[in-house]
C-alpha cells in the first residue's frame, strides 16, 4: 500500500475501540465531509451489518477494487476487508493509465484494521513460494513452470508471478487462466488454494 507524501487530512484518529456506534458514526460522517467524495469507504460482503451501512459500495473483493478504481473523483480508499483485498485496490487504483488520468496523483489506501487477515491468502507466504520455485528449480527447468496465483493472494505473490510470466485469477476464469498456462508450459504451480487449483 502507497505511503502518502502529501500530509493527512486534518482530523484526529482517537482510540475507537470503547466507542459506542452513534459516535463512530458521528467521527466517520465528520470525515466523509471533510474529504466529500475523494473518500470511497468500501465494505467487503464478510463484513458486519454496522460496517455494510457506512460503506459507500459494498461486494465481492475484485469488484470493489474494479469500482474504486473507475471512480474518477477518489483519491482515498478507506477498505474494510482484509490485506490482500486493500493491496488490490491500490494496485487496481494506481496502475499507469489511472496515474496518467490523475496527472499522477496516487490513490490512497487505508484497511482500518492492520491486523485483518485470510486464512486462505495466508496459506503461502513470498518466502515458501520462492523457497518452492528454487527447489523446482534444482529438479526442473522453472522455464517449463508457469506460476498461477489466485487474485486473494498477497500483492508479492502476485508480483513473483509477473516476474516469472505467469498469471493471477479469479475463481470465475480460473479455468481459463489455467488452460492458458498448460499452453504456454507443461507445468504449473498454483498458490495459495490448492483446491481451487486442484478441482477447476
Same mark, same amino acid.
Given at each position: ?47 458486519? /451489518?454496522?460496517?455494510?451501512? +457506512?460503506? @459507500? ?11 474504486? $478504481? %473507475? =471512480? ?61 520455485? /528454487?527447489?523446482?528449480?534444482? +529438479?526442473? @527447468? ?11 493472494? $498477497? %500483492? =508479492? ?44
Amino acid at each position: 500500500m502507497t505511503v502518502a507524501a502529501e500530509p493527512a487530512p486534518a482530523f484526529e484518529l482517537q482510540p475507537y475501540k470503547s466507542l459506542g456506534n452513534e459516535e463512530l458514526h458521528a467521527r466517520i460522517q465528520a470525515v466523509r465531509d471533510q474529504l466529500g467524495p475523494q473518500l470511497l469507504i468500501l465494505g467487503h460482503h464478510y463484513q458486519q /451489518d454496522e460496517v455494510i451501512a +457506512l460503506a @459507500d459500495l459494498s461486494g465481492d473483493s475484485y469488484q470493489l477494487s474494479q469500482m474504486a $478504481a %473507475a =471512480s474518477a473523483d477518489c483519491r482515498m480508499i478507506a477498505f474494510c476487508g482484509v490485506h490482500f483485498m486493500a493491496e488490490t485496490a491500490d494496485i487496481l487504483a494506481n496502475r499507469p493509465e489511472k496515474l496518467a488520468e490523475r496527472g499522477g496523483q496516487r490513490v490512497r489506501v487505508i484497511l482500518p484494521d492492520m491486523a485483518a487477515g485470510c486464512s486462505m491468502a495466508d496459506m503461502a507466504g513470498i518466502r515458501q513460494i520462492e523457497d518452492a520455485w /528454487d527447489q523446482l528449480g534444482e +529438479l526442473l @527447468d522453472t522455464e517449463d513452470i508457469t506460476p498461477v496465483t489466485y487474485i486473494n493472494s $498477497a %500483492a =508479492s505473490l502476485k508480483a513473483f508471478v509477473g516476474r516469472h510470466g505467469g498469471i493471477v485469477c479469479t475463481s470465475s476464469n480460473a479455468r481459463a487462466a489455467l488452460e492458458w498456462a498448460f499452453a504456454r508450459t507443461s507445468r504449473v504451480m498454483f498458490f495459495p488454494d490448492q483446491h481451487l487449483g486442484r478441482n477447476t
